[in-house]
């Protein structure tokens, strides 16, 4: 056995191809404490990854295997196609290749880790932020000191028994042990995160993350300036998944990591937190270093920077645009999600449960983009709690006179264990009944969930997420039952919402569509807007396309139809 050598693996399969940063992250923190690292990464080599895998083994006697979860799913409530399937799959031939302890993290890993530890039956996990933790680990393991007293550790004893260890730090004024037994749904996990360094990013270095290969496949590079949220979205993952509290990395280390990326060739960033302007005066502080920069030295490579950002309505105000144009934002996405008071006071939340924007904000930032030479995105998501036809058709009238570059709008929602939507459906159910607009695809039988305390422990509670009873995959999603549905779609636990879908394609002028992203479905649209093997989106790599696919929507006929006549597609209806 090596006593130094951590192999990170990522399973990911999905096209466009989406560079695993997380691998960076910990590849930066393990080399830093002096561990040898080698990244196999999968994507590239998705049709033969056996024979990959096997290679790499081959001679290769690791202290410690790595594989991250960066989606449980494509979270697409109208097609709930699974991957953690496929992961285990991996997981399970990499066992038959090497002796070494497994641990699995990521942020999908992270929304349902009891679960996913005891299915993926490996010996360890992590929930956040991977960096200390697992550091401590391998620490741990080539010092030949037991682990399983590592403070945030997730350890699997077997039998469906998974324990995780009491974090370093939590929050006062909470119900630690209850947060404890729910997986750490109130937890700050600053803690966990590197903050302080820039993450060492790869191009073309074997057995390395190589964002070059990614950017020329995907069209984009990633850049995190901080983690966790302190909003409390019903819907959302990431407060539970990455922590209540904002990791906030240094502003001079995440520019150095920009600038390393840019010397690399890879000049479209998107942020990756949840959201950028969140925390905004730090956000400004990073753009006013860009800016510095590019004033301070004219041959930098930051001046042929594009910065695409994902970004709530509120805060964002004058200042913030004219920061972001100056540092070379090309676009800003904003999760708006509706325009109604009356809902978005019931989802779109701080931590105490007010609402923290209208659709003035989101107004606005529109407005503030499109005066500075940004492109804009908005985006709505339709089938919450209270959802009517009347509220969908408000919502569509008042985004599209927003006249922002592209509109989209999605339907349903996958449920998540700790998601407040998810528990609160739990809790009317009650282990005994369903609840109005639960949906999955597969399910054989009324969807009845149980709330965590009549449950015999998180692995079971998130497991009825994910599976059903006999262990298959039932992807638990929701679409109001107040949509114009018909009542045995809305009261069957497989009923499917096309006839809200079709409202959808109906009601917007087939003159607005170049503008606008609507979810699909067979014998509705030829069209296809989820992410996963996208033969839009394959096209634009085809092509040479870069930055965020949305910018590029007006434009997706004619890109097809070159698409086409290049022969990168074949038999796609244009």
């Not at 302007?277 to 042929?304: G, M, P, Q, Y």
């Not at 998540?416 to 282990?431: S, V």
Request: proline fraction near 5%; hydrophobic fraction near 40%; charge should be negative.
């Amino acid at each position: 056995m090596s006593k130094d050598l951590v192999v990170l693996v990522n399973p990911n399969k999905v096209f466009p191809p989406i560079a695993p940063y997380a691998l960076d992250v910990l590849t930066t923190s393990l080399e830093n404490a002096g561990f040898a690292v080698e990244v196999v990464d999968l994507t590239f080599g998705r049709d033969e990854w056996q024979l990959v895998l096997r290679d790499y083994f081959t001679g290769r006697d690791p202290l410690l295997v790595g594989v991250t979860v960066r989606n449980t799913d494509t979270v697409y409530a109208f097609e709930q196609r699974p991957f953690v399937n496929e992961h285990k799959e991996i997981i399970d031939e990499i066992k038959q290749l090497t002796g070494a302890p497994l641990v699995t993290g990521g942020i999908g890993f992270s929304t349902m880790p009891f679960a996913l530890l005891d299915y993926f039956d490996v010996e360890y996990g992590v929930k956040g932020p991977g960096e200390l933790i697992l550091t401590q680990l391998a620490d741990a393991l080539r010092a030949g000191r037991d682990p399983r007293d590592i403070p945030g550790l997730m350890v699997n004893h077997g039998g469906g028994r998974v324990v995780r260890n009491p974090p370093a730090q939590l929050l006062a004024g909470r119900d630690n042990g209850a947060t404890i037994q729910l997986g750490g749904q109130f937890e700050s996990r600053a803690w966990q995160a590197e903050t302080t360094s820039s993450y060492r990013r790869h191009a073309e270095v074997p057995f390395r993350v190589d964002n070059l290969a990614y950017y020329r496949g995907g069209g984009l590079g990633s850049i995190l300036t901080k983690n966790g949220c302190v909003y409390r979205c019903t819907h959302c993952v990431e407060p539970d998944a990455k922590g209540t509290r904002f990791a906030r990395r240094d502003v001079a280390s995440v520019v150095d990591e920009m600038e390393m990326l840019t010397d690399h060739g890879i000049y479209d960033l998107h942020t990756t937190d949840s959201e950028f302007n969140l925390a905004i005066n730090n956000s400004k502080r990073l753009l006013r270093e860009i800016v510095a920069r590019k004033n301070r030295d004219h041959s930098t490579s930051l001046h042929r920077l594009r910065l695409w950002v994902y970004c709530q309505p509120a805060p964002f105000d004058q200042e913030f645009a004219e920061l972001l144009a100056a540092a070379g934002c090309a676009g800003v996405n904003v999760g708006a999600d509706h325009v109604r008071a009356d809902l978005l006071g019931r989802w779109k939340v701080t931590d105490r449960g007010g609402a923290y924007y209208t659709f003035a904000d989101t107004q606005r930032l529109v407005e503030l983009c499109h005066a500075n030479g940004m492109m804009t995105m908005v985006e709505a998501l339709f089938g919450m709690p209270g959802e009517t036809l009347e509220s969908m058709a408000d919502c569509i009238d008042r985004f599209m006179a927003l006249d922002a570059t592209v509109t989209g709008f999605s339907l349903g929602l996958r449920l998540f264990p700790y998601i407040d939507l998810g528990r609160e459906l739990a809790e009317e159910c009650d282990g005994v009944r369903t609840a109005a607009g639960l949906q999955s695809n597969t399910a054989t039988g009324p969807i009845v969930l149980k709330p965590l305390e009549k449950c015999s422990g998180p692995v079971e509670y998130e497991r009825q997420f994910m599976f059903d009873e006999n262990g298959d995959f039932r992807l638990v999603c929701y679409f109001s039952p107040e949509l114009p549905e018909d009542e045995e779609t809305v009261n069957s636990p497989t009923g499917r919402w096309y006839r809200s879908l079709q409202f959808l394609w109906d009601y917007i002028p087939e003159s607005e569509l170049y503008r606008v992203m609507l979810p699909t479905a067979a014998g509705i649209s030829t069209y296809d807007n989820n992410y996963a093997d996208n033969p839009f989106l394959t096209s634009l790599v085809g092509l040479g396309y870069t930055g965020a696919f949305w910018a590029h929507w007006r434009d997706r006929e004619t890109i097809m139809a070159v698409a086409k006549d290049n022969g990168l597609l074949a038999d796609v209806p244009v």
